[in-house]
């Protein structure tokens, strides 16, 4: 069973981890027939659907998304939104749906092949009123025609990608406001199934015009996982490591052991499943390895491996890079007047950050300390109460 736990930091709220991607039957703990309320999206557990409200923002012209966030980038896409797109991600995840995979290259080995966004499915409706009152109802492929009246492949189901928690813990969808893609942006919260690219002007989406209603018309936009979405072979998953080495899922720290179960675990319920190793810029390239050899152990097959880099600037790690250090130091606060910021601030900012690594450092120290101590003491006890055999050739003197 693959458990899946947002942490409230990140996306705003806590999807609980007993709610599993491979239940058939919704837990005791999940409030059944009950529409739960995430901000302004709506979980309708019973129906097994995902709702919220948006507005038209285009009625014509070239497109790139579908629905984006309230007021960025209106000018290529038909509906806006003021609902959040870590909402509508934990929306999913409480239908039990997993994280798929983006638009991406294939494997090493391969060939050189981009391959389109794979994972669970969705089937997105549109619902509105006329001025008169009148109920309408639409699959989102109607809105869509292709450019110059050129035939283009519609999207008869989605697929929900899932964006990504950037390092430092911002959801990507939320930085530029996409939330369901036209043309495989990996940063998206669900994308089309197909690859598709803007640069391709003959391939391009625009609006139907016809079809979609006036400018600030309210639309309900309802989302419905297609049958076995939750069993979707295709899915993603994110393993953290951080500078000493320490592997963590969903921020759990794993063992060895734990990693390799849980990739079984994970395998099991998505046969193809992608695992995107994060590691700290400081961690070793050998931690990496490690972790992907547990982890193909456990038969993850297909990995992205991503470093990310150091929150702030590496100190010195060396004598005559120290020196350089304080020399630029010097420099700046001589040619104070000619600099934007006050260098004292930065420089209070690295003493901070010297003090933490010191820290971490003293920390590691008593660490090694304690191994060395038992280690010794474990090496006494076997001489003590071992007498290794005599490897003198003959057994002689």
Same mark, same amino acid.
């Given at each position: ?49 995902? =709702?919220?409200? @948006?507005?038209?923002? %285009?009625?014509?012209? *070239?497109?790139?998304?579908? !629905?984006?966030?309230?007021? #960025? $980038? ?121 690859? =598709?690219?803007? @640069?391709?002007?003959? %391939?391009?989406?625009? *609006?139907?015009?016809?079809? !979609?209603?006036?400018?600030? #018309? $309210? ?124 260098? @004292? ?6 003493? *901070? ?45």
């Amino acid at each position: 069973m693959i458990r899946f736990m947002i942490a409230t930091t990140c996306l705003g709220v806590l999807v609980p981890a007993a709610w599993s991607a491979d239940a058939n039957t919704p837990p005791a703990t999940r409030p059944a027939g009950k529409v739960v309320n995430i901000g302004l999206v709506r979980v309708d557990l019973a129906n097994r659907q995902v =709702s919220f409200d @948006a507005e038209v923002c %285009l009625r014509q012209g *070239a497109l790139e998304f579908l !629905i984006v966030a309230w007021q #960025t $980038k209106t000018h290529e896409s038909i509906l806006q939104t003021r609902a959040r797109g870590s909402h509508l991600h934990a929306g999913l995840l409480m239908l039990g749906l997993a994280s798929g995979k983006p638009a991406r290259w294939a494997e090493p080995g391969q060939g050189a092949m981009f391959l389109p966004p794979a994972g669970a499915g969705l089937k997105i409706r549109f619902n509105w009123k006329d001025a008169n009152g009148q109920s309408h109802t639409a699959d989102a492929a109607d809105w869509l025609a292709g450019s110059a009246n050129q035939e283009i492949e519609r999207p008869v189901q989605w697929i929900f990608v899932g964006s990504d928690i950037l390092p430092g813990g911002r959801y990507w969808a939320e930085v530029y406001g996409e939330m369901i893609s036209l043309s495989n942006f990996a940063s998206a919260v669900i994308d089309v199934p197909f690859c =598709s690219s803007s @640069a391709d002007d003959d %391939l391009s989406f625009v *609006a139907k015009t016809g079809a !979609i209603p006036p400018t600030g #018309t $309210k639309v309900e936009v309802v989302l419905t996982p297609v049958a076995g979405a939750e069993k979707a072979l295709d899915a993603r998953e994110t393993v953290e490591i951080d500078r000493f080495g320490r592997r963590q899922v969903d921020g759990q720290v794993l063992t060895d052991d734990q990693l390799e179960k849980w990739a079984g675990s994970y395998i099991t319920a998505h046969d193809r499943g992608m695992v995107v190793i994060r590691a700290d810029g400081m961690a070793r390239v050998w931690d990496v390895a490690v972790t992907q050899s547990v982890l193909r152990l456990g038969g993850v097959r297909e990995f992205d491996i991503q470093r990310v880099p150091p929150p702030s600037d590496l100190l010195p790690r060396a004598p005559d890079q120290a020196r350089g250090a304080v020399a630029q130091w010097k420099d700046k606060f001589i040619n104070y007047r000619d600099l934007l910021e006050d260098p @004292a601030l930065g420089a209070q900012r690295t003493l *901070a950050q010297i003090e933490a690594e010191l820290r971490e450092i003293e920390a590691q120290k008593e660490l090694l300390k304690d191994y060395a101590a038992q280690l010794t003491k474990a090496l006494a006890t076997y001489k003590a109460t071992t007498r290794p055999a005599d490897t003198t050739a003959g057994g002689g003197k």
